[in-house]
């Protein structure tokens, strides 16, 4: 019965203690990563494959702002677009290839800071700057066919939600999920014969691969 009583003692005593280890535990120092960060955007869109490039520059702990440029195609919803038993392309009654090359400003706020580990770093972004169109004839070779290209001009930007991955301070990767509005100011631009574009709406899945510094 002694015994018995020496151990019921004993128990909540034990718990005591532990719990004043788990109190007195050091949290872990959150990790700091380099302020500044350059790279390319391999981007996966509606349109097809796109290519683009950014620079990132912390303003705080959680706020980041970014310049980015980008070269993809954009396609009108009434293309149909089919494969040769040969394995080329083609779309029918297609007049002009587009290509949207925007140039955007904006910030990224990194989210649940305090709640998810630094190997998993999610944020939000938004932006906004001036927007090339490019058009090009459809008729004509891909690459001759820019002997014959028209600019229009357009305002546009993008909203987006993403990560970047991993404890590296020397290496960026990442992965990106935006849509793309721009505003053309003038007629607008043309894939399919007398289907004039003056918005343009597209969704990218964006890799990004970079570094920091």
Do not use: C
């Not at 019965?1 to 280890?21: C, D, E, G, H, Y």
């Not at 007049?95 to 090359?101: H, Q, Y």
């Amino acid at each position: 019965m002694r015994n018995l009583a020496i151990i019921l003692l004993l128990v909540p005593l034990t718990f005591l203690s532990a719990q004043k280890i788990g109190k007195i535990a050091p949290e872990k120092t959150p990790e700091k990563f380099p302020d500044h960060s350059w790279g390319i955007d391999l981007m996966f869109g509606e349109g097809g494959f796109g290519l683009g490039s950014f620079y990132r520059k912390s303003v705080s702990s959680g706020l980041t702002g970014f310049v980015d440029i980008s070269f993809s195609e954009s396609k009108d919803d009434k293309e149909v677009e089919y494969v040769t038993y040969y394995g080329d392309t083609y779309s029918p009654y297609k007049k002009n290839r587009v290509f949207l090359i925007p140039l955007t400003f904006g910030v990224q706020y990194r989210l649940f800071k305090s709640l998810i580990s630094d190997n998993l770093r999610p944020f939000i972004a938004v932006g906004a700057g001036p927007s090339l169109a490019v058009t090009t004839p459809y008729e004509m070779e891909f690459f001759n066919s820019f002997k014959k290209a028209h600019a229009h001009y357009a305002v546009g930007g993008y909203v987006g939600f993403g990560a970047y991955f991993g404890l590296s301070k020397s290496n960026l990767v990442g992965l990106n999920m935006r849509y793309y509005y721009s505003h053309l100011f003038d007629e607008g631009v043309e894939n399919m014969p007398g289907r004039f574009r003056k918005n343009i709406g597209s969704f990218f899945i964006s890799i990004h691969i970079g570094m920091m510094y």
